[in-house]
């Protein structure tokens, strides 16, 4: 686009926004450093995220620039901030490359080939590959540089030598970060490098995965941290290190282990490669090499509609010792996604081309081996459909309103790759989920399909089973705690939930007596931390608890289990409830184990947050030795109501608003209107919990009812 001349020299001198259309800048003609300060660039006209200003610098960056031919290769840097899309870079018309999909705070270099680059005034352009995108990318470029020296020389001034050691000081597969010291923002510049052929490392701007504890890499010159960790059970360890480029470094960098899962196995049931999925950028090797580095020890392979076997890539890259693989499939059909497994090998592929949940379910479950079948992400669209959307779903009762049978037996409720604006959503769906009478299990996966970017086992399960040799997991006994319920949420935290001191997740908690003790314990090593606690009965928050829960930093005065424990006192329930305790603090904001931002996002507002969630224990409040859901109970009280509307809801106030709410959906389903100026004042006098049981169903029905009418 061509602009007035009066206002083209006004954006040269000024460096001002014209029109709103693009960013033009102007350099001295005796400086290498093209533009000193941020420019915030925005495809589209609707802000992405409220971290970002209203209004944005411009489409595009155009920058003049003074230089002289270059008759060898040059290298363009920049620091980048929040890269979601694809923004191309080009020099005189000449395509370098594109920035580095990742919202990440990073530097990254482009080959300038010689003779490109001529004397007098040159131009740089970075620019989205698309200005009518449907999805808003907010980002942030700036202290561009150009240098006479070619990327490969220019990113190898010396070879940094980097071993991570665990506490026998034995080397052991980790993440290598490395920073740029002079560029803090955000949480830490990564600094890319210049990557050694090697098959025991998997590379990428700033991150190293080591699959045996040892990196060579090439470095600039200049200040750096780097940082050595191994996924959530782990320290961080920190050196600080100059390259003048005089000589090569060595650094040691030893972790330990500081949280506490003794008894439980480090699953991720969502991995995916480019090798086999055909998108992300993680090649198979790399996947088995990032998996040890950030200690998953039962990962579940879940390719898009394949059977994908790790273990003989895991054998060749010797790091069977560290994990238990299982064949999984990522079953993607138009109507949700599903991760099935254990899987047999040979085992026919299940239909994807289904649209049906009841013939896709047969087809799961007639799977030589499954035994687990995982809802992914629900609230997320995909294909024109959102299974816990309110067009398909009612959020308060756990019931798909088409009538789609729910025959998964588990469900993401945080998906470190595709995670919510609301963090607790996809929690509070699914005790609403046990609510309705059904036996699904919370799971945590990262839903990786990269190196470094949305990485794996951020988000994971831990599954109690016996892990004393993570090469030999028992994955018949894992599956059997899955199903079970027997399992840990983490997603950098870790909170557990013990009844009367016997009774953990999964467990039917009997024999009570008049009062119930319930413990929470949390747990996190030292980078992360809690500030809330939160008790849930049925879905309904019973207390929540404001802590500073932060495990001290010095190793030496670190208890190496280091927990936070609260205890309340409950009287006894009248009939059967599920407890919950969900653990929350803020998120991470160091580029080591940055907490993503939301998928799909709903909202511009956003807080990062990291979660731990106990699975469910059940009170047996009835004492009859056997488990009921609040469906159960509802359907007996309608029942026994003979369907009478005054006598129901007498019969509700010694129940809870769960209870009610699965009540008024039965009622209703039975003929029953709950929109009568009879029930209605009647209810107007009922106890506050049933009124917020019956409203919140109304509400959710509500919703339903103009998404649909919305909505072909």
């Not at 007035?4 to 029109?19: D, H, K, N, S, W």
């Not at 597969?173 to 098959?199: F, H, K, N």
């Not at 190293?208 to 470095?219: P, S, Y």
């Not at 499939?329 to 299940?350: C, D, L, W």
Request: net charge negative; charged share 25%.
């Amino acid at each position: 686009m061509k602009t007035p001349r009066l206002l083209a020299l006004l954006c040269t001198t000024l460096g001002l926004v014209v029109g709103g259309i693009f960013c033009r800048m102007s350099s001295a003609a005796d400086s290498d450093e093209l533009s000193k300060v941020w420019v915030h660039l925005r495809n589209s006209e609707r802000r992405e995220w409220t971290e970002f200003p209203e209004q944005s610098d411009g489409v595009l960056l155009e920058r003049q620039f003074q230089a002289a031919k270059n008759s060898i290769e040059a290298t363009l840097s920049l620091q980048q901030y929040d890269v979601k899309q694809v923004w191309r870079v080009s020099v005189n018309g000449k395509s370098l490359g594109e920035l580095v999909r990742d919202e990440n705070h990073m530097r990254s270099y482009f080959a300038v080939p010689a003779g490109l680059l001529k004397d007098g005034e040159n131009e740089l352009r970075i620019e989205p590959a698309s200005r009518a995108a449907k999805d808003t990318d907010d980002i942030r470029v700036g202290r561009i540089r150009i240098e006479l020296q070619p990327l490969n020389s220019l990113l190898r001034a010396c070879r940094l030598t980097v071993k991570v050691l665990d506490e026998a000081y034995s080397p052991i597969p980790a993440r290598i970060t490395i920073l740029d010291a002079s560029a803090p923002e955000y949480g830490g510049c990564l600094q890319t490098v210049g990557a050694e052929s090697d098959d025991e490392i998997a590379v990428r701007p700033g991150t190293v995965f080591t699959a045996n504890g040892k990196a060579v890499i090439g470095l600039p010159k200049g200040e750096f941290t780097l940082l050595a960790s191994r996924g959530f059970e782990y320290s961080l360890c920190k050196a600080d290190i100059k390259n003048s480029g005089s000589a090569d470094i060595e650094v040691m960098l030893p972790i330990d282990r500081q949280v506490n899962t003794l008894g439980y196995v480090a699953c991720d049931t969502h991995v995916h490669t480019l090798t086999h999925s055909g998108h992300g950028d993680a090649t198979i090797k790399e996947r088995l090499i990032t998996l040890a580095g950030e200690g998953i020890e039962l990962p579940i392979a879940t390719d898009h509609n394949k059977h994908i076997d790790f273990a003989p890539i895991a054998e060749e890259l010797k790091l069977r010792r560290y994990m238990t693989p299982v064949v999984g499939n990522e079953v993607t059909t138009s109507v949700g996604h599903f991760n099935i497994f254990p899987i047999q090998a040979g085992a026919r592929v299940v239909d994807h081309k289904r649209s049906d949940w009841g013939g896709i379910f047969r087809e799961i479950y007639q799977t030589p081996g499954v035994g687990v079948a995982v809802l992914n992400h629900a609230r997320d669209l995909h294909s024109g459909v959102r299974p816990f959307g309110p067009k398909l779903h009612n959020a308060v009762i756990g019931e798909n309103i088409a009538g789609w049978p729910m025959y998964f037996n588990a469900m993401e409720v945080v998906n470190s790759g595709a995670t919510q604006n609301d963090p607790l959503r996809l929690f509070h769906d699914w005790m609403a989920t046990l609510n309705r009478g059904l036996s699904v299990t919370p799971i945590g996966s990262s839903d990786s399909h990269d190196v470094a970017r949305h990485f794996v086992g951020q988000a994971r399960t831990y599954i109690r089973c016996d892990d004393e040799d993570a090469s030999k997991i028992d994955v018949k006994a894992a599956v059997e705690s899955v199903q079970r319920g027997r399992v840990l949420v983490s997603y950098g935290l870790l909170a557990d939930i013990w009844v009367d001191d016997k009774f953990q997740s999964g467990d039917l908690a009997t024999g009570l007596s008049d009062q119930v003790r319930v413990r929470a314990e949390v747990c996190a090593p030292h980078w992360s931390h809690a500030d809330e606690v939160q008790l849930f009965a049925n879905g309904r928050l019973i207390e929540s608890v404001s802590i500073d829960f932060k495990p001290p930093k010095d190793p030496k005065a670190r208890d190496r289990q280091f927990v936070w424990k609260h205890e309340w006192v409950l009287p006894r329930p009248s009939h059967d409830q599920h407890l919950v305790v969900i653990a929350t603090g803020p998120g991470i904001a160091g580029s080591f184990w940055k907490t993503a931002k939301p998928y799909q996002a709903t909202s511009p507002d956003w807080t990062s947050r990291v979660i731990g969630c106990s699975g469910a224990v059940w009170l047996d409040g009835d004492g009859n030795q056997h488990k009921s859901a609040a469906r159960e109970y509802a359907e007996r009280l309608v029942e026994l109501s003979g369907k009478d509307g005054l006598k129901l809801l007498k019969s509700l106030s010694k129940f809870d608003s769960a209870v009610a709410s699965q009540t008024a959906h039965v009622y209703q389903a039975a003929g029953g209107s709950l929109k009568s100026a009879e029930f209605q004042a009647a209810l107007q006098s009922a106890p506050e919990h049933v009124r917020e049981g019956i409203q919140a169903y109304l509400e959710a029905v509500r919703e339903s009812e103009v998404a649909r009418a919305e909505s072909p």
